[in-house]
C-alpha cells in the first residue's frame, strides 16, 4: 500500500511559477513509476507528465512539455513538478499517482494509487 501527499499548488498570476511535491509512504517508492495528472472543472482528468522508476525516462503531454519538469528523488520519497511559464489554461486539480508498472505510463488505468490532489489556480 502507497499514501499519496501532494503540496506546493496555490495561486499565481499567468507566466509564474510553482512546484508541486508528492511525499509517498512505505519503503518501496523506488520501485513505482510515478505520474502528475490533472482535471479542470468540467473536463476529463488528463495525463502531464510521468518518470520511470529509476528516472531515467520521463514523458511529458505535448500541452506542457517545455514549460514543466518531472523529478524524483528516492531517498526522500518525492516526486516533484516544476511548473514555469503558467498559462490559465493550467488551472486545475493536480494529483500524483503511482504504479507497479514501468510501461504505459501515461495512461491513467495504468496506476494503482492516486493521491487526493493540490489546487492551481492561475490567474490571467
Known amino acids: 500500500q502507497v499514501q499519496l501527499v501532494e503540496s506546493g499548488g496555490g495561486l499565481v498570476q499567468a507566466g509564474g511559477s510553482l512546484r508541486l511535491s508528492c511525499a509517498a509512504s512505505g519503503r518501496t517508492f523506488s520501485s513505482y513509476a510515478m505520474g502528475w495528472f490533472r482535471q479542470a472543472p468540467g473536463k476529463e482528468r488528463e495525463f502531464v507528465s510521468a518518470i520511470s522508476w529509476r528516472g531515467s525516462r520521463l514523458y511529458y503531454a505535448d500541452s506542457v512539455k517545455g514549460r514543466f519538469t518531472i523529478s524524483r528523488d528516492n531517498a526522500k520519497n518525492t516526486v516533484y513538478l516544476q511548473m514555469n511559464s503558467l498559462k490559465p489554461e493550467d488551472t486545475a486539480v493536480y494529483y500524483c499517482?503511482?504504479?507497479?508498472?514501468?510501461?504505459?505510463?501515461?495512461?491513467?488505468?495504468?496506476?494503482?494509487?492516486w493521491g487526493q490532489g493540490t489546487q492551481v489556480t492561475v490567474s490571467s
Open positions: 499517482a503511482a504504479t507497479y508498472s514501468d510501461s504505459g505510463l501515461i495512461a491513467r488505468g495504468s496506476y494503482n494509487y
